[in-house]
């Protein structure tokens, strides 16, 4: 969020963190070796979030999901839902 302008105040309250927390990420992007703008990079092109919710079709880690993203667990209660 601090690549892309937002206000510390706005990351804020979003995240639900503290201003020293913003403050130290932002400390570690822009003073840092530039290690993690690469890894940001890298995870953003890889992970998009429309891509996972449309991939399964629930909210990452409601019970929705788990069950498609893990069948054999929900074995038996996937069985008798068809039913």
Do not use: C
Not at 48 to 67: A, C, I, L, M, Q
Request: glycine share 8%.
């Amino acid at each position: 969020m601090l690549l892309e302008g937002h206000t510390y105040d706005e990351i804020r309250k979003k995240l639900k963190i503290g201003v020293a927390t913003v403050s130290q990420v932002e400390k570690w992007l822009f003073r840092g070796s530039g290690g993690y703008k690469k890894t940001i990079k890298k995870y953003k092109g890889k992970y998009k979030e429309k891509d996972e919710f449309e991939k399964y079709g629930h909210v990452p880690f409601s019970r929705e999901w788990v069950r498609k993203k893990y069948p054999l667990h929900y074995l038996i209660s996937n069985l008798i839902d068809k039913k």
